[in-house]
């Protein structure tokens, strides 16, 4: 069975998706929706579908799966709209910066039996799934703790940074779903400090640019988490999960692995610069899975619980940072 | 402008170049041929092309370029069919196991101003690219010695080794052309050992399993091969090259790049363990430069010429370990 | 000149210290003194030198310096007694468990003004010295966040455990004071998570075996400790400092560098697995560097201040976990 | 047991055992002999023994053991003297540049029963002793290819390449012992390339300084050794051993293991770039050996007849370049 997808969003990252679907033979791309006219005129000329507006491919008998890419404060509608006419829906994080509309959004999902499924594409790049298989075939014992650094080569424009709800909720969202995902136990304290280090304009805007979280669980095991939006060195992306019996951890990829070596030293090349280009694998193995889990043969994992969840750890890392304290999940889950 | 091609041969190195094509926007697969109906129908039916006699494919106007991917005693012929046919032709390597027979071939290639690309796929690893692009910004200064170590996961099947034209024009020729990529200068004399270590029957065969080979140019720079058909560690493909001013060198590549530490040490996963997952990038790398120099965009190189000097190389090499003395190149070229 | 040295307590750490003295060629170690007289009468036995008692140590004419390594009870008593009597004074970490005896304690040395050092040894690892110097030379420009992980290979005897102090007193103590070294900043505030996963009579003993630390200073530099009392792999000692312009990193440290490859990967052995070895070269150039400092060629640096100030993080990290705050660390200083 | 004993030659490689004997708990350095008296006297004073001459340490009764480190052509004559006197001996490389020569003084110090080690450092370097380890707990099965690859950072002296006997009998003789040492059998043919491309003085003076080696025994195995008098990049030691179940290398050395990275990659600093420092536990691993050799707890190894073997694989060399052909070691050793 061929699945039909409709991309809803021509932007960035519905590009990465769109190559994601039309390369999957599983997959069929019919149809693509934007406000901006020609950016879903580009995606429709490139893959050969169609232009359509969102009504029409809601009420369309020859889409079965739907992908969200449009701005952040259109998801929850989207997914109720797209839940409600019966399509599989996969949508990009976050669902939406509120945990109140998240939590009314996944009523609609549920209530309407919906396969959802939400993008924290690294639980897919080939790296990091073979770290959790490692810990799975206990490799390292029970888990202890987890430490993530992830740096962004360069911060994003003033104008995505005011929109954004802010770095927790935009960038170490990634991350606290990935200790989630590694610890394999829920979190119940968030710790956090936040400071503008890279660029003033991101501090007038009311956000941090380098932040540090710590995370524990109800039996005791420990996260950490590093982040800054500045790295010249290029897309800074690692993991380790030590455990009892031993540790595991994935390194940095780059494109070309070679090495010279002259009278200053040994000098490998930056690492990749670039999300789509890091996380290509990831995007397509991502989709593949939601493909998967139309079909029955997959979990959709991670679940729109899962991107609740994490909007939850943001939220309280900012009230930590803001109130200098430990702050438990569930002051802010309820 | 969109090239049509035809796939001559629809065994396993048949199999990645169809997908190469039709992965490549500016290809499209038009038909396929092989002896094996069976085989000729499976490229047809995964990639929506037709299944075609060579004679078929020769006459067609709707094909601009082949691939010939059979087996080797055909190729010389094919290339003189289809260059006299006017195709553009890619063809696998050995172009043949005799120096004559591929000295004549090229006659004709050359008297059609065909264009000829050898598929010596290791040129176009972005790894071994990156070396070669470091050594052309200077950044070693004067090559000076290159070392290659290529050693394969395991040994083919006896028959193949049967008609393989031994170990030396077999596996060592792709080193040979490496070596001559790297250093950038004809090389002179050939002095090589071999002997039989991973299999009896391959010694059986009339061929070796492991060979040690020393190369020089007239400058005097130097090369080195070590070659085995076993490594239980995966396909090890490194290359180092040693200039006057620093060394350059290509690391090996694995699927995982995950490091698990516990009380036996620091361990990482074995390597890529087969040329079709090792070479992906290399074998796309290599149809969209033959793209480009069927559009006049890039040199049709490695040429029928580079194939013809490995070869040369690899008799060397043959007659080297026979009469235990270095061979001039140029007792084989004549 | 040759400095003079007596050696106060002969156990584990007072056996390096030995080592230390009587190997460098500025030193010579007069003599030794311990409450266990046949430890003391081994070193003697070792290096030809004299058992005597405190007492004698300090009215010697021939004693230019000792070296505390006593229990960590006797520290500051010890400190005003050589102090008083005129010896320069190396004493192991940390002064006091009390940051009130502490202040008392560095008031009598301001007043003789004694050469006092601490013994944080890994400020002169050359690996470590070496992050330091690319730091000075502007390599990484402006420090943003220093990430410190560092995992003992097991827990010390439960005997031990009680009479640490804890171990942000015990262990963390020493990054602590790495942090300070390498932020160049003092640290303002202090944030701690802790819990036991490595052995429950460690909780009962009222102690952790595993924390998380976060630090920032008054320009918003962070930096972040991960410890355990477990590391299977040997002795995990990692220090990654970021910058504005770039990172530095100081890699973990084995006896033998090799790397066997077969069908399950690539394996290189476990880490240094004992403070002793793994800090070998650090404690000589510890001990180079007072004297040094005694001949007034270097600065006595750490200094008791920095023992006051690493104990004063340790304090405010014992209270951040207590009461899930982030601690000023001038609640602790005053 | 103190092993009592005399220097003779108080050069560079000299000083370098000097260190070893005297920092080794069961030597003492009583004597020291130079025709320099200063070089003498400098050793002297350092580490407080006599200058002494050749006669009287030959005569003494105090003295059990020498070490010579005079230069080539007076180590024949030195080791039958003290053969003759009864003292144990240790002798840098190569005994003699002529195999007769040394075959002769083998008869000698045969007859005389005496304990004599050669100076093959290298074969107590511990990564070097590590991987020979691995080899024997049978890590990886069966050796089959032995790959060395050694550089000198950069050229000697052009007086000292006049007396060396060649690169291959100065430099790359090391590479031969350490191939006998790795393939753990004896070496039938020699082939070997060579030429000039780092300093045209050197093949003024007769010599090469970049060369190339294939080994082979009589089972098949192989070896190959790459040597250059110049790497930019610090002093380039590496071994690497291919077998039936795996393979075993052992890395680089550096001074410090830390990385830098920025814009333009990651940097570890260049390798050690002087023997000594390379190798000075090697030194002193190889004075324990001679000590433990002397007091019958280990055997005297690497021995005369090491010395002699390795110098004809290096006269076995020379006549493969000069011929153009694999030449038999037996043709050299009769």
Known sequence: ??????????????????????????????AVADAMAPAAQAIASQYGCEVRSIEAIAAAKDI?????????DTH??????????????FCEKPIDLSVRRVKDCLKVVAANKTTLMVGFNRRFDPHFMAVRKAIDAGEIGEVEMVTIVSRDPGAPP????????G?????????????RFLLGEEIETVSAQASVLVDPAIGEAGDYDSVSV??????GKHAT??????ATYGYDQRIEVHGSVGSVAAENQRAVSIEVANARGYTRPPLYDFFMTRYTQAYANEIATFIDAIGGKAKASPSGEDGLIALALADA??????????????????
């Open 1 to 30: 069975m061929t699945i039909r997808f409709a991309l809803l969003g021509a932007g960035r990252i519905g590009k990465v998706h769109a190559k994601a679907i039309t390369s999957n033979p599983a997959a069929r791309l019919v």
């Open 64 to 72: 079965d799966a739907v992908v969200i890419c449009t701005p952040t």
């Open 214 to 219: 710590m995370l524990s669980t109800a039996t």
């Open 317 to 334: 890392a900012v009230t930590s940072v803001k109130e200098g304290r430990a702050v438990k999940v569930s002051e802010v889950l309820g």
């Open 76 to 89: 929850a509608d989207l997914i109720e709209q797209f839940s409600t006419a019966g399509k599989a829906i």
């Open 225 to 230: 988490i590093s982040n800054s939006r500045r």
């Open 167 to 179: 770095i927790f909720r935009d960038m170490t969202i990634h991350d606290f779903d990935m200790a």
């Open 158 to 165: 003033i104008e995505y940074v005011k929109r954004s709800g």
